[in-house]
């Protein structure tokens, strides 16, 4: 399977939970699906149909702090103001709300996208690229075209798992993400759970026996089952770096 391999990196990231507005705002681990989508739209300049692509990633940061940052929260007013000695409309009125904030320093960022033709847009992006807020903006490293190979000995770490999973491990934290933000119907957000994955997951096959004393692994099952892994990633015992895909949009 040929798919394109990018690598990004940046000072800071933030994945606001979409429900906390006032006082504090946590962050994702890792982004969620939409914000790959906001990522890949700013690449291209326009907004690409989620059903024509597919995408995976691993994704890790340095360190994890908080940040002060001022809100500033409109509504709409009316009246007048003295401007110059005369009465100037008004039409909005603003306060500043400090929170908050948590960021992730360091980022760092691989992205698989099975469309190849994603490679010059990335290389020069309409727009600029970030993860997360306006801010928080990153470099692209690399960009190529890669066969990923198929094995049934892989492992996965520092990536999103897909919530079907979920009876199969223990490992890892459940999150609700957004999935898609429909920018055509008023911004429809669609939140899909998922299984967020730092630590070291093994793809566990029945007579392999060596490896059931680790606690971070999964058991595949009764039946053999192949997985895409990236060939340029290290590899351990014979196990290479697993690349799971997801879609954004839901099925």
Known sequence: M????????????SFRYPHYTWGRQPTYFMPPPSTIYGLI???????VDPHTMKFAYQFQYESKSEDLEHVHAVSASGGSFPYQG????????????PIQREFLYHPKLTLYLDRLDFREPFLEPRYPLVLGRSQDLITL????????????????????????WRPLTRMGITVMMPQFIDTANERQVTFARFI???????????????????HVMMQIGHQHRKFWFDPEMDEEKGYGRGVIFHEFFPQ
């Open 2 to 13: 040929e798919v394109l391999k990018l690598e990004f990196e940046g000072m800071t990231a």
């Open 41 to 47: 739209s700013a690449a291209i300049g326009n907004w």
């Open 86 to 97: 005369q009465k100037v409309p008004k039409n909005l009125d603003g306060n500043i709300n």
């Open 141 to 164: 490293l690399s960009a190529k075209i890669l066969k990923l190979q198929e094995s049934d000995k892989v492992y996965f770490e520092h990536t999103l798992l897909p919530w079907e």
């Open 196 to 214: 967020i994955l730092q630590q070291r997951l093994y793809s566990l096959q029945n007579e392999e026996r060596s490896l059931s004393n680790k």
